[in-house]
Each structure stands twice: as C-alpha cells, then as structure tokens.
C-alpha cells in the first residue's frame, strides 16, 4: 500500500519540528561540540530527505514545490553514504538558515489540501 502525499509531508514537518526543538538554545559550537545533538539532528534530515525523495517518486509536482528538493535529497544521501565525511557546520547552516523555509513550505502544501 503506498502512503499518500500528505504522510510524506507530515513527515517532514514532524522531523522539522523535532529538530527545533533538539536545538532550541543552542550555539553552533554546542552543537559542533555534542556528537549526540549531531546525531540526533541528522537522523531527523535523513528523515526529511527519504520523505522527499519517496514524495518525489508518488508526487513529483508536489515535491517540486519544495525549494531545494534535490538539494535535500542530496543531503540524505550524504547523510546516509557518505557519512564518514559530514561537516557539522554545514548541517548547522543548512538547519540555521533552510529549515524555516522548509517548514513554511510544507505547513502551506499540507494546508492546501
């Protein structure tokens, strides 16, 4: 049975939330500094890629509304294959300054039916 766009989307909007909340009061340093902080919020972007990616194979015009789908999806994979070589600012940065617009994004896909 295959899930529907919107488990896709709530996906991602519930690994975005939890994130938030994993980093709510952090510094750059503390995060760069905690391998458990790091872990936990890079299994939550993993999640947010496979939501995309398995929403980009059901939905692709949805998923296409997503700014940076690829972008994310690729993330995933360097996340889930190339772990030995994730840089810890460049997560940091990526959740700084694209998981609010990420949030924004789903929040209205998910409200527009």
Do not use: C
């Amino acid at each position: 049975m295959q899930r529907d766009t919107h488990a896709f989307l709530w996906d991602v909007l519930h690994a975005a939330n939890k994130i938030e909340r994993f980093l709510q009061g952090q510094t750059r340093d503390a995060f760069v500094g905690d391998e458990l902080l790091q872990s936990a919020v890079e299994r939550q972007l993993a999640i947010i890629g496979e939501a995309l990616r398995q929403l980009s194979k059901a939905a692709p015009a949805v998923a296409q509304q997503v700014g940076d789908v690829e972008q994310i999806i690729g993330l995933r994979n360097i996340l889930i294959h190339g772990y030995a070589t994730v840089d810890s600012d460049l997560i940091w940065r990526s959740v700084q300054e694209g998981l609010p617009v990420l949030k924004r994004t789903v929040e209205r896909l998910l409200a527009s039916g």
